[in-house]
């Protein structure tokens, strides 16, 4: 049926695209927003800096283990209802989210919202990648990645804004009409490309991915407050790498493997998912430990500190569909490398001038990170794709999405933990102590962002 499929530039792609993309959208609104009103939850429901950071990190992991279905749901349901199951499942969470008496189902609502991103993130991409003209796979991958890259720079900002004048349960309130909109536009343009086909799902497989990821995540959140060296942290990590072996072994001598890991045999793509994996890491790094560092060292209130992510996040956002031209026209290796190159620039500043930095100060910098941001991001997951057979992409597909987000949310968990770290030695002054951290947590992303040129350097080779 693929072959079937006429490929066009019609209404009804880009209001397929638009349908699925808010779904990822409302998603990271909601995770951005959150962020800002961490000092606040904390508050409101008497938890600590670590505890309160599981509003974005358990969004982030539920989004990596559910994402590692969507190839077989890809081949086993129609592409129409499994965005209704995404919509519905988002909107249960997000009314959850509106009403919950307990930061318990708070966390709840969180983890339906990131069940139904993780079916509709790689359902927006496949949709591109199946339906969109070849010669325009680019530009339409820049339109989609815009959709979601939109998010962060609304999300702070409005979401600071609701904190300080009607409370933040009004976040998850307003993404309810945005939600109704998407579910009828999804149910209105979504078509099927590809033929239907009969699959076992791998539960044993599944089981192992999903213990390794946790594993993985519980150890960088419990780091923070048991350190690096902990028995039970070092423990955790250990059942991780050990788990995740398993899964490997077990995917390559099975016929019907949850993920076909043949296609990490591919040099360039395993090198394009580790670019940007780094890259998400960093993105997630910052987005945390910049409206935190405002509010708690600086002084400044939840719409203030939104606010400065807003500028960078505008421009990386139009940047998106402008890089993908870039990549359609002169290919993957210029637009990625100049990006690589920005995100350098923007950490290389933040460990350089954090310590006397202003609102304004702050801001600038991240103008220069989301300018790097735009030109590699959506270019990586391209380029990445156009090196496996066509019958792998939707394997591609999914491993890119799922690492993205479990890199973020390990991002989020770690730079949190970097940045309470010295808490233990300044226990009467948080701002003190979240200056030290957040000075570390920039040490650690302008390292990881020279790894990042240095992969995507190899990874756009010919």
């Not at 609701?162 to 309130?173: E, H, K, L, P, S």
């Not at 923007?346 to 202003?358: E, H, I």
């Not at 951290?437 to 920039?442: D, E, V």
Request: proline share 3%; glycine share 8%.
């Amino acid at each position: 049926m693929s072959e079937e499929f006429e490929r066009k530039l019609d209404l009804k792609l880009m209001l397929s695209i638009i349908a699925a993309g808010l779904m990822s959208f409302t998603g990271v609104v909601i995770e951005t927003a959150m962020n800002v009103t961490f000092p606040t939850l904390m508050k409101e429901f008497d938890v600590s800096l670590s505890t309160v950071q599981w509003i974005t990190t358990g969004y982030l992991l539920i989004l990596a283990i559910i994402i590692p279905t969507s190839a077989f749901l890809k081949k086993r349901f129609r592409s129409k209802t499994l965005f209704l199951a995404a919509n519905l499942i988002f909107l249960t969470g997000t009314i959850l989210g509106a009403v919950s008496p307990a930061f318990s189902i708070l966390l709840f609502g969180r983890i339906l919202q990131g069940m139904g991103t993780g079916i509709a993130l790689p359902l927006m991409f496949n949709i591109v990648m199946e339906q969109a003209p070849k010669e325009k796979i680019g530009m339409m991958m820049g339109a989609a990645t815009l959709v979601v890259a939109m998010a962060p720079a609304v999300g702070p900002s409005v979401g600071g804004m609701i904190v300080n004048d009607f409370g933040w349960r009004m976040i998850f309130v307003t993404l309810i009409p945005i939600l109704i909109f998407s579910l009828i536009c999804g149910l209105t343009s979504i078509r099927q490309s590809s033929a239907l086909e009969e699959h076992k799902f791998a539960w044993n497989l599944y089981f192992l991915l999903a213990v390794s990821f946790t594993c993985f995540i519980l150890a960088s959140s419990f780091a923070g407050s048991l350190g690096w060296t902990d028995f039970f942290v070092v423990g955790l990590f250990s059942a991780s790498v050990i788990v995740m072996w398993i899964f490997c072994k077990k995917s390559t001598n099975t016929a019907e493997p949850l993920i076909h890991m043949e296609v990490f045999k591919n040099f360039h793509f395993s090198l394009s998912v580790m670019g940007l994996l780094l890259l998400q890491f960093i993105c997630l790094g910052i987005g945390f430990f910049i409206p935190n560092f405002a509010q708690i060292v600086l002084g400044e209130n939840p719409f203030v500190a939104g606010c400065i992510l807003l500028p960078g996040c505008l421009l990386g956002a139009m940047l998106a569909p402008v890089s993908g031209k870039l990549l359609d026209k002169f290919g993957a290796r210029k637009p990625i490398l100049i990006g690589c190159f920005f995100v350098i620039v923007s950490a290389f500043c933040f460990n350089k001038f954090l310590s006397a930095a202003d609102v304004m100060q702050l801001a600038a910098i991240y103008v220069i990170f989301t300018l790097g941001q735009g030109f590699t991001s959506g270019n990586t997951m391209v380029s990445g794709l156009q090196r496996l057979r066509g019958e792998l992409k939707a394997d591609g597909n999914a491993i890119f999405n799922t690492l993205q987000q479990l890199a973020g949310a390990i991002g989020t968990a770690m730079i949190s933990t970097v940045v309470s770290m010295p808490q233990e030695n300044f226990p009467n002054d948080l701002a003190a102590a979240t200056k030290v951290g957040s000075q570390n947590a920039c040490l650690l992303l302008l390292i990881l962002a020279v790894v990042l040129f240095l992969c995507m350097y190899k990874a756009t080779q010919d």
